[in-house]
Protein backbone atom coordinates (compact mmCIF):
# COMPACT_ATOMS: atom_id res chain seq x y z
CA UNK A 1 0.00 0.00 0.00
CA UNK A 2 1.70 3.55 -0.74
CA UNK A 3 0.87 6.97 1.56
CA UNK A 4 -1.04 9.01 -0.14
CA UNK A 5 -1.28 12.60 1.00
CA UNK A 6 -3.76 15.18 0.82
CA UNK A 7 -4.70 18.82 2.25
CA UNK A 8 -7.41 18.71 4.61
CA UNK A 9 -9.02 20.30 7.61
CA UNK A 10 -9.72 19.09 10.64
CA UNK A 11 -11.08 20.43 13.99
CA UNK A 12 -9.66 19.94 17.42
CA UNK A 13 -11.24 21.90 20.38
CA UNK A 14 -13.62 23.54 18.15
CA UNK A 15 -11.19 25.34 16.19
CA UNK A 16 -10.19 24.29 12.75
CA UNK A 17 -6.28 23.11 11.60
CA UNK A 18 -5.28 22.63 8.16
CA UNK A 19 -3.05 19.65 8.01
CA UNK A 20 -1.17 17.53 5.42
CA UNK A 21 -3.41 14.30 5.66
CA UNK A 22 -1.99 10.90 5.35
CA UNK A 23 -3.68 8.17 4.13
CA UNK A 24 -3.00 4.58 2.57
CA UNK A 25 -5.25 4.04 -0.34
CA UNK A 26 -6.75 0.33 -1.42
CA UNK A 27 -6.32 0.62 -5.54
CA UNK A 28 -9.12 -2.27 -5.64
CA UNK A 29 -11.78 -0.76 -3.98
CA UNK A 30 -10.79 2.94 -3.76
CA UNK A 31 -11.00 2.67 0.21
CA UNK A 32 -8.73 4.80 2.20
CA UNK A 33 -7.72 4.12 5.91
CA UNK A 34 -4.65 4.83 8.30
CA UNK A 35 -2.53 2.82 10.84
CA UNK A 36 -1.61 4.28 14.23
CA UNK A 37 1.45 5.70 12.65
CA UNK A 38 -0.42 7.98 10.34
CA UNK A 39 -2.86 8.41 12.51
CA UNK A 40 0.11 10.07 15.20
CA UNK A 41 1.47 12.01 11.95
CA UNK A 42 -2.24 13.49 11.36
CA UNK A 43 -3.33 14.66 15.07
CA UNK A 44 0.31 15.76 15.73
CA UNK A 45 -0.05 18.44 13.16
CA UNK A 46 -3.08 19.59 14.55
CA UNK A 47 -1.40 19.44 18.34
CA UNK A 48 1.75 21.57 16.95
CA UNK A 49 -0.72 24.28 15.26
CA UNK A 50 -2.80 24.18 18.29
CA UNK A 51 0.00 24.66 20.71
CA UNK A 52 1.90 27.32 18.78
CA UNK A 53 -1.33 29.10 18.23
CA UNK A 54 -2.14 29.77 21.85
CA UNK A 55 1.48 30.04 22.44
CA UNK A 56 1.74 26.70 24.82
CA UNK A 57 5.01 24.79 25.51
CA UNK A 58 5.53 21.98 23.73
CA UNK A 59 6.52 18.08 25.35
CA UNK A 60 10.59 18.68 25.06
CA UNK A 61 9.73 22.02 26.89
CA UNK A 62 7.26 20.96 29.56
CA UNK A 63 10.19 18.14 30.03
CA UNK A 64 12.86 20.72 30.16
CA UNK A 65 11.44 23.00 32.79
CA UNK A 66 10.95 20.44 35.24
CA UNK A 67 14.49 19.03 34.73
CA UNK A 68 15.68 22.08 35.45
CA UNK A 69 13.93 22.18 38.91
CA UNK A 70 15.26 18.19 39.99
CA UNK A 71 11.63 17.49 40.41
CA UNK A 72 9.87 14.14 39.12
CA UNK A 73 6.96 14.83 36.87
CA UNK A 74 4.74 13.82 40.09
CA UNK A 75 6.07 16.03 41.91
CA UNK A 76 5.39 18.78 39.62
CA UNK A 77 1.96 18.30 39.31
CA UNK A 78 1.21 18.20 43.21
CA UNK A 79 3.13 21.49 43.42
CA UNK A 80 1.02 23.25 40.49
CA UNK A 81 -2.33 21.54 41.47
CA UNK A 82 -3.12 19.43 38.59
CA UNK A 83 -3.95 15.46 38.76
CA UNK A 84 -1.11 12.95 39.92
CA UNK A 85 -0.34 12.16 36.27
CA UNK A 86 -1.36 15.00 34.50
CA UNK A 87 2.43 16.62 33.75
CA UNK A 88 3.59 13.18 32.97
CA UNK A 89 1.17 13.05 30.33
CA UNK A 90 1.75 16.62 28.88
CA UNK A 91 5.67 15.59 28.52
CA UNK A 92 4.33 12.66 26.69
CA UNK A 93 2.58 14.46 24.25
CA UNK A 94 -0.99 15.11 25.24
CA UNK A 95 -2.12 18.69 24.95
CA UNK A 96 -2.54 20.75 28.13
CA UNK A 97 -5.52 22.94 28.55
CA UNK A 98 -5.14 26.64 28.09
CA UNK A 99 -4.86 27.18 31.48
CA UNK A 100 -2.31 24.38 32.68
CA UNK A 101 -0.25 25.13 29.49
CA UNK A 102 -0.24 28.79 30.46
CA UNK A 103 1.03 27.65 33.89
CA UNK A 104 3.69 25.36 32.98
CA UNK A 105 4.67 28.88 30.51
CA UNK A 106 4.74 31.09 33.44
CA UNK A 107 6.95 28.68 36.06
CA UNK A 108 9.69 28.54 33.20
CA UNK A 109 10.52 31.91 34.86
CA UNK A 110 12.74 31.02 37.96
CA UNK A 111 11.02 33.83 39.87
CA UNK A 112 7.64 33.26 39.00
CA UNK A 113 8.04 29.50 40.05
CA UNK A 114 9.58 30.38 42.83
CA UNK A 115 6.06 32.22 44.27
CA UNK A 116 4.68 29.12 43.49
CA UNK A 117 6.58 26.93 45.60
CA UNK A 118 6.30 29.43 48.43
CA UNK A 119 2.61 28.95 49.16
CA UNK A 120 3.06 25.08 48.07
CA UNK A 121 1.65 22.48 50.56
CA UNK A 122 2.91 19.26 48.62
CA UNK A 123 6.35 19.60 49.86
CA UNK A 124 7.54 19.12 53.67
CA UNK A 125 9.57 21.85 54.96
CA UNK A 126 12.95 20.33 54.35
CA UNK A 127 12.11 19.66 50.65
CA UNK A 128 10.61 22.87 49.92
CA UNK A 129 13.96 24.73 51.53
CA UNK A 130 15.96 22.56 49.03
CA UNK A 131 13.95 23.45 46.32
CA UNK A 132 14.22 27.14 47.52
CA UNK A 133 18.12 27.20 47.01
CA UNK A 134 18.21 25.36 43.72
CA UNK A 135 15.46 28.07 42.32
CA UNK A 136 17.61 30.93 43.60
CA UNK A 137 20.81 29.06 41.91
CA UNK A 138 19.42 29.05 38.67
CA UNK A 139 17.89 32.71 39.12
CA UNK A 140 21.84 33.91 39.74
CA UNK A 141 22.37 31.81 36.70
CA UNK A 142 19.82 33.22 34.58
CA UNK A 143 21.37 36.53 35.69
CA UNK A 144 24.93 35.93 35.24
CA UNK A 145 24.34 33.81 31.88
CA UNK A 146 21.98 36.98 29.97
CA UNK A 147 24.56 37.66 27.61
CA UNK A 148 24.75 33.89 26.39
CA UNK A 149 21.41 33.32 26.09
CA UNK A 150 20.71 36.96 24.17
CA UNK A 151 23.77 35.96 21.89
CA UNK A 152 22.38 32.49 21.11
CA UNK A 153 19.15 34.02 20.68
CA UNK A 154 20.83 36.67 17.66
CA UNK A 155 22.70 33.19 16.32
CA UNK A 156 18.81 31.30 15.72
CA UNK A 157 17.59 35.04 15.37
CA UNK A 158 14.77 33.94 17.12
CA UNK A 159 12.68 37.32 18.91
CA UNK A 160 11.26 35.15 20.92
CA UNK A 161 8.45 33.87 18.80
CA UNK A 162 10.16 30.07 18.47
CA UNK A 163 9.14 27.00 18.28
CA UNK A 164 6.72 27.37 15.48
CA UNK A 165 6.06 26.46 11.81
CA UNK A 166 9.38 27.46 10.10
CA UNK A 167 11.39 25.65 13.30
CA UNK A 168 10.15 22.45 13.28
CA UNK A 169 8.32 23.17 16.47
CA UNK A 170 11.24 23.18 18.26
CA UNK A 171 13.35 25.31 20.28
CA UNK A 172 16.46 25.98 18.95
CA UNK A 173 18.78 23.65 20.80
CA UNK A 174 22.50 24.64 20.15
CA UNK A 175 24.07 21.86 21.61
CA UNK A 176 22.24 19.57 19.33
CA UNK A 177 22.91 21.43 16.28
CA UNK A 178 26.49 21.68 17.08
CA UNK A 179 26.67 17.86 17.75
CA UNK A 180 24.92 17.46 13.99
CA UNK A 181 28.08 19.51 12.19
CA UNK A 182 30.37 17.51 14.44
CA UNK A 183 28.88 14.27 13.32
CA UNK A 184 28.54 15.29 9.33
CA UNK A 185 32.13 16.94 9.59
CA UNK A 186 33.89 13.45 11.10
CA UNK A 187 31.40 11.32 8.52
CA UNK A 188 32.01 13.56 5.36
CA UNK A 189 34.46 16.03 6.01
CA UNK A 190 31.82 18.04 4.17
CA UNK A 191 32.19 21.69 2.25
CA UNK A 192 30.22 24.81 4.04
CA UNK A 193 27.47 24.45 0.59
CA UNK A 194 27.50 20.63 1.06
CA UNK A 195 26.81 20.91 5.20
CA UNK A 196 24.44 23.53 4.39
CA UNK A 197 22.34 20.22 2.35
CA UNK A 198 23.28 18.33 5.08
CA UNK A 199 21.67 19.83 7.67
CA UNK A 200 18.15 20.35 5.94
CA UNK A 201 17.98 17.41 5.03
CA UNK A 202 18.40 16.08 8.18
CA UNK A 203 15.77 18.62 9.60
CA UNK A 204 13.12 18.33 7.30
CA UNK A 205 13.46 14.18 7.09
CA UNK A 206 13.20 14.26 11.03
CA UNK A 207 9.87 16.61 10.45
CA UNK A 208 8.62 14.41 7.98
CA UNK A 209 8.69 11.15 9.82
CA UNK A 210 8.01 12.75 13.16
CA UNK A 211 6.23 16.41 12.74
CA UNK A 212 9.49 17.76 15.10
CA UNK A 213 12.59 18.71 13.83
CA UNK A 214 16.02 17.69 15.39
CA UNK A 215 17.96 21.28 15.78
CA UNK A 216 14.97 23.57 15.58
CA UNK A 217 16.68 25.58 13.25
CA UNK A 218 14.81 27.64 10.46
CA UNK A 219 16.11 27.25 7.01
CA UNK A 220 15.97 29.77 4.07
CA UNK A 221 15.90 29.26 0.49
CA UNK A 222 18.76 31.37 -1.40
CA UNK A 223 20.24 30.90 -4.46
CA UNK A 224 22.46 27.78 -3.88
CA UNK A 225 19.38 25.72 -1.94
CA UNK A 226 18.22 25.82 1.46
CA UNK A 227 20.51 26.78 4.69
CA UNK A 228 20.44 27.21 8.15
CA UNK A 229 19.10 30.94 8.50
CA UNK A 230 22.79 32.76 9.74
CA UNK A 231 24.36 29.91 8.77
CA UNK A 232 28.07 31.84 8.70
CA UNK A 233 27.86 33.19 12.32
CA UNK A 234 26.59 29.63 13.86
CA UNK A 235 29.24 27.67 11.70
CA UNK A 236 32.09 30.31 13.01
CA UNK A 237 30.47 30.14 16.41
CA UNK A 238 30.79 25.99 16.48
CA UNK A 239 34.45 26.89 15.09
CA UNK A 240 35.85 29.04 17.80
CA UNK A 241 34.16 26.83 20.41
CA UNK A 242 36.69 24.06 18.64
CA UNK A 243 34.09 21.85 18.08
CA UNK A 244 35.24 21.41 14.43
CA UNK A 245 38.24 22.94 12.27
CA UNK A 246 37.05 24.85 9.44
CA UNK A 247 39.98 24.57 6.54
CA UNK A 248 39.76 27.34 4.21
CA UNK A 249 41.40 26.43 0.88
CA UNK A 250 43.79 28.70 -1.19
CA UNK A 251 41.45 27.50 -4.65
CA UNK A 252 38.53 29.05 -2.49
CA UNK A 253 36.26 27.01 -0.65
CA UNK A 254 35.77 26.00 3.22
CA UNK A 255 35.62 22.44 4.24
CA UNK A 256 34.90 21.05 7.66
CA UNK A 257 36.79 18.86 9.56
CA UNK A 258 36.51 16.61 12.91
CA UNK A 259 38.25 17.19 15.84
CA UNK A 260 40.52 13.94 17.14
CA UNK A 261 39.81 15.70 20.72
CA UNK A 262 36.05 15.71 19.82
CA UNK A 263 33.86 13.13 19.77
CA UNK A 264 30.67 12.93 18.67
CA UNK A 265 28.09 12.52 21.55
CA UNK A 266 24.85 10.44 20.42
CA UNK A 267 23.37 11.04 24.12
CA UNK A 268 21.52 14.08 22.93
CA UNK A 269 19.82 12.13 20.13
CA UNK A 270 16.63 9.82 20.38
CA UNK A 271 17.23 6.83 18.26
CA UNK A 272 15.15 7.74 15.71
CA UNK A 273 17.02 11.09 14.90
CA UNK A 274 20.36 9.06 15.01
CA UNK A 275 19.03 7.11 12.26
CA UNK A 276 18.24 10.27 10.15
CA UNK A 277 21.53 11.50 10.31
CA UNK A 278 22.86 8.09 9.26
CA UNK A 279 20.52 7.83 6.64
CA UNK A 280 21.78 11.40 5.46
CA UNK A 281 25.05 10.99 5.58
CA UNK A 282 25.14 7.42 3.75
CA UNK A 283 22.79 9.04 1.49
CA UNK A 284 24.79 11.58 0.49
CA UNK A 285 28.38 9.89 1.31
CA UNK A 286 29.62 10.58 -2.69
CA UNK A 287 28.62 14.08 -3.25
CA UNK A 288 29.88 15.46 0.24
CA UNK A 289 33.28 14.00 -0.09
CA UNK A 290 34.15 15.26 -3.15
CA UNK A 291 34.13 19.47 -3.64
CA UNK A 292 34.13 18.78 -7.40
CA UNK A 293 30.66 17.74 -6.40
CA UNK A 294 29.25 20.79 -4.85
CA UNK A 295 27.44 21.57 -7.88
CA UNK A 296 25.66 18.30 -7.63
CA UNK A 297 23.82 18.84 -4.26
CA UNK A 298 22.62 22.27 -4.97
CA UNK A 299 21.37 20.44 -7.94
CA UNK A 300 19.51 17.92 -6.37
CA UNK A 301 18.39 20.22 -3.32
CA UNK A 302 16.85 22.69 -6.18
CA UNK A 303 14.54 19.91 -7.56
CA UNK A 304 12.69 20.17 -3.53
CA UNK A 305 9.53 22.48 -3.36
CA UNK A 306 10.67 23.73 -0.37
CA UNK A 307 13.32 25.37 -2.10
CA UNK A 308 11.45 26.28 -5.50
CA UNK A 309 8.99 27.35 -4.24
CA UNK A 310 10.60 30.10 -1.54
CA UNK A 311 13.89 30.90 -3.52
CA UNK A 312 12.59 33.83 -5.27
CA UNK A 313 11.55 36.06 -2.23
CA UNK A 314 14.40 34.61 -0.46
CA UNK A 315 11.87 33.15 1.75
CA UNK A 316 12.42 30.78 5.60
CA UNK A 317 10.90 27.43 4.43
CA UNK A 318 8.35 25.97 6.68
CA UNK A 319 8.80 22.35 7.41
CA UNK A 320 5.53 21.54 6.03
CA UNK A 321 7.09 21.23 2.89
CA UNK A 322 9.06 18.52 4.52
CA UNK A 323 6.28 15.86 3.46
CA UNK A 324 7.01 16.65 -0.27
CA UNK A 325 10.81 15.75 -0.12
CA UNK A 326 11.54 14.13 -2.82
CA UNK A 327 15.58 13.07 -2.92
CA UNK A 328 15.91 11.71 -0.06
Known sequence: MLIYRANRTLVFRKEKFPIVYHYYLCQDSGEQFTSTELDEINMQQIYNQYLDNHNLPFPDEIREIRERYGLSATKMSEILGFGINSYRNYENGEVPNLSNGKLIQLINDPKKFRDLVEISDALSEDAKDKLLRKVDQLIDEEEDNLFSFEFVDYLFNTNGKL?????????????????MVVFFS??????????????????????KRSCFSISGVSYRAINMGPVPNNYNSIYEYIA????????????GGEEFQSRKDREFNPELFSEEELKVLEEVAKKFNKVATNKTSTKKIIEISHRETAWLENEQERRLISYKYAYDLSQI
Open 163 to 179: PNEFSGYRKPNFRKLTE
Open 186 to 207: DKLNPWKTQMNKLMFYADFLMF
Open 240 to 251: NNDDIDILVHEF
